[in-house]
């Protein structure tokens, strides 16, 4: 089975790519879906982060409060390690235990959405890396609405990521998500024959010899020189 890695910034869009890839027919498995499931109330997980950061951290009804917790890890990077190391491992596990499952049921493809991709070193462990991007201000802007954070909050948050530019020159493939749905939607549908043939191009990062990054989806054919004869498209490659 080929496991993409589906990551990209607080806000960039993973989740609304993520649900064009299921529209799609590819199964798409959320790392933070297994976080909240390694968390449940009465699990082992949420035991070793309350004795680790205390019944603070829980709801009225014994559950994981994960923006009081967040409030407490991001601004603490020994903090957010310490969750990181109780989380993870317990998280790797669950997603092996899916992995299984879907093979069993003759799936070939899997997209694994990860915002801390590169950061926990998954990356290395995926066939190709697919990142969603988008400017920084347009990011912030949807996280401040969608989660009713202040700017402040979120700033922390992506302080406590990989910045965007090393994103990009490690990702295999990159979808600009700066425009409206359609223009995300677009280029996942143009992405998909790379990903089921297994065509992968070199990150970004190491193009070499001073050439241009190979692009994730490939752009449109070069507009024609002002006054020249139009150009005929290029051969397909055999």
Do not use: W
């Not at 890890?73 to 299984?100: G, N, T």
């Amino acid at each position: 089975m080929d496991v993409y890695g589906l990551t990209g910034g607080i806000g960039s869009g993973k989740s609304a790519a993520a649900e064009i890839f299921e529209d799609c027919g590819i199964p798409v498995v959320s790392a933070d879906e297994l976080s909240r499931v390694v968390v449940t109330p009465g699990s082992e997980g949420l035991g070793a982060v309350v004795a680790a950061f205390g019944e603070g951290v829980l709801d009225d009804n014994g559950e994981l409060n994960r923006r009081k917790l967040g409030a407490v890890v991001f601004k603490d990077p020994s903090l957010r390690q310490k969750l990181e190391s109780i989380l993870h491992p317990r998280i790797r596990e669950r997603f092996q235990d899916v992995l299984a499952t879907l093979s069993a049921t003759g799936h070939k493809l899997v997209v694994y959405e990860v915002p801390l991709l590169f950061e926990t070193g998954l990356d290395k462990q995926v066939k190709a890396v697919i990142l969603v991007s988008a400017p920084e201000a347009q990011r912030i802007a949807r996280v401040v609405t969608r989660d009713r954070l202040t700017e402040p909050e979120v700033r922390a948050r992506l302080a406590a990521q990989l910045d965007d530019a090393s994103r990009r020159a490690r990702a295999h493939f990159i979808l600009e998500n700066d425009k409206d749905l359609g223009h995300l939607k677009q280029q996942v549908l143009d992405l998909l024959p790379a990903l089921r043939s297994g065509t992968i191009p070199r990150p970004a990062g190491e193009a070499k010899d001073g050439g241009p990054a190979r692009p994730a989806v490939p752009p449109p054919p070069p507009r024609p020189a002002a006054g020249g004869p139009p150009r005929p498209p290029p051969l397909p490659k055999p």
